[in-house]
T-cell receptor, first 115, second 114 residues
Framework: GAGVSQSPSNKVTEKGKDVELRCDPI?????LYWYRQRLGQGLEFLIY????????KSGLPSDRFSAERTGESVSTLTIQRTQQEDSAVYLC?????????????FGNGTRLTVT | AQSVTQLDSQVPVFEEAPVELRCNYS??????LFWYVQYPNQGLQLLLK??????LVESINGFEAEFNKSQTSFHLRKPSVHISDTAEYFC????????????FGQGTRLTINP
């Protein structure tokens, strides 16, 4: 595809429900990153994938958050038992290679609202 | 750990005027520095970056930023802005190794008035 695609673009859920956010990276990009941006704050790193493995999960805020990637393509970020503080824009980014000469390409994000 | 401070949340300027968007960072280790831009209804995209070499880096659309290690700054400048530069600009840093675990500032919304 032309760019990183995220779905849904907006999600409203009730507190306590589980949600699943999807990211389709640019074809051929080996590195994939998840960030989130809460209102009035900068982007926070959550997790990254090198291929299908996630060497660093240190940015995940709690054990309610998990992510997986299959086929070196699609990734899903799952939030279990959502809380109001999970409300944010969740951004996915991919890069061709796992180095700083490969810029990150961001999707438009999923805006999650927990009521 | 690193942190980034963008001192201005909003910067309004007139078309063809110069602009400077300020960015300061703190880190106990060496860092790479980035400016990302988000145009209306678009995703974030890389504007320019400093990895090594010349401390003055430029983008293809006339922006430049200078890495100042002593002042821990990476301010973004353009001598003459256009309406099309209206966007939100994010400064970011990352440790000099490993994954692109960028630490972002809160962003500066640049509004260009005719």
């Amino acid at each position: 595809g032309a760019g990183v695609s995220q779905s849904p673009s907006n999600k409203v859920t009730e507190k306590g429900k589980d949600v699943e956010l999807r990211c389709d990276p640019i074809s051929g990009h080996t590195a994939l990153y998840w960030y989130r941006q809460r209102l009035g704050q900068g982007l926070e790193f959550l997790i990254y994938f090198q291929g299908n493995s996630a060497p660093d999960k240190s940015g995940l805020p709690s054990d309610r958050f998990s992510a997986e990637r299959t086929g070196e393509s699609v990734s899903t970020l799952t939030i279990q038992r959502t809380q109001q503080e999970d409300s944010a824009v969740y951004l996915c980014a991919s890069s061709f290679q796992f180095d700083y000469n490969s810029p990150l390409h961001f999707g438009n994000g999923t805006r999650l609202t927990v009521t | 750990a690193q942190s980034v401070t963008q001192l201005d949340s909003q910067v309004p300027v007139f078309e063809e005027a110069p602009v400077e968007l300020r960015c300061n960072y703190s880190s106990s280790v060496s860092v790479y520095l980035f400016w990302y831009v988000q145009y209306p209804n678009q995703g974030l995209q890389l504007l320019l970056k400093y990895l090594s070499g010349s401390t003055l880096v430029e983008s293809i659309n006339g922006f430049e930023a200078e890495f100042n290690k002593s002042q821990t700054s990476f301010h973004l400048r353009k001598p003459s802005v256009h309406i099309s530069d209206t966007a939100e600009y994010f400064c970011a840093v990352s440790e000099v190794q490993g994954a692109q675990k960028l630490v972002f500032g809160q962003g500066t919304r640049l509004t260009i008035n005719p």
